[in-house]
């Protein structure tokens, strides 16, 4: 199975701050890798995928990135509705997998 | 719009089966793969379980392959995941999600279901 590794477990930032996620993949693959955003009592919400692809109504403070398996989320200019786990996840092969979550607190 | 609404979860003792459903809607659920996703309380996401279009084929994660069972119902615009065998690590929110770009892109989820495995 690919391990899919995020850093850090847990972040607090401010309104209007830029933070980033780390995802490192155990092993490479293409640009299957998504991102996700959980709210507390929520399913997760799919913003990224393929890397870069932001979704339909995502905002475009999201991006994504990559080098080598290494993927990152960035949010620029941090906003309230921010807060939550944000999860990767890998979909190149079965059993598709996730990342441990990132936990974004504002402050 | 697209809606995948779930039922059938609650309390079951250890052994037990339960079965959960998903009802799609807004979509053509023929032309989609679905999974089945779970989160045991205040961990992360683990996949459990995908078929295909056309119950092609199936797959499902170590952890409960020979217990749980996936199945779809087309004409009902459903999907299915039969848990037998349950134990008390199997407590957990469970999600049904969407295949989108790929098979295991995950574009829209269920609202989740929460199964609680105890005597």
């Known amino acids: 199975d690919i391990q899919m590794t995020q850093s850090p477990s847990s972040l607090s930032a401010s309104v209007g701050d830029r933070v980033t996620i780390t995802c490192r993949a155990s092993?490479?693959?293409?640009?299957?890798l998504n991102w996700y955003q959980q709210k507390p009592g929520k399913a997760p919400k799919l913003l990224i995928d393929?890397?870069?692809s932001l979704k339909s109504g995502v905002p475009s403070r999201f991006s994504g990135g990559m080098s080598g398996t290494d993927f990152t989320l960035t949010i620029n200019n941090l906003q309230p509705e921010d807060f939550g786990v944000y999860y990767c996840?890998?979909?190149?092969?079965?059993?598709?997998?996730f990342g441990q979550g990132t936990k974004l607190e504002i402050k | 719009q697209v809606q995948l609404v779930q039922s059938g979860g609650g309390l079951v003792k250890p052994g037990g089966s339960l079965r959960l459903s998903c009802a799609a809607s807004?979509?053509?659920?023929?032309?989609?793969?679905m999974s089945w996703v779970r989160q045991a309380p205040g961990k992360g996401l683990e996949w459990l379980s995908f078929?295909?279009?056309?119950?092609?084929?199936?797959n499902y994660a170590d952890a409960v392959k020979g217990r749980f069972t996936i199945s779809r119902d087309d004409a009902d615009n459903s999907l299915y995941l039969q848990m037998d065998s349950l134990r008390p690590e199997d407590t957990a929110v469970y999600y049904c999600?969407?295949?989108?770009?790929?098979?295991?892109?995950?574009?829209?989820w269920g609202q989740g279901t929460l199964v609680t495995v105890s005597s």
């Open positions: 999600a969407r295949g989108g770009g790929s098979w295991f892109d995950f574009d829209f």
């Open positions: 996840q890998q979909s190149y092969m079965t059993p598709p997998t």
């Open positions: 078929i295909s279009t056309s119950s092609a084929h199936t």
């Open positions: 092993q490479s693959f293409f640009t299957n």
């Open positions: 393929t890397v870069y």
């Open positions: 807004g979509f053509i659920f023929s032309d989609y793969y």
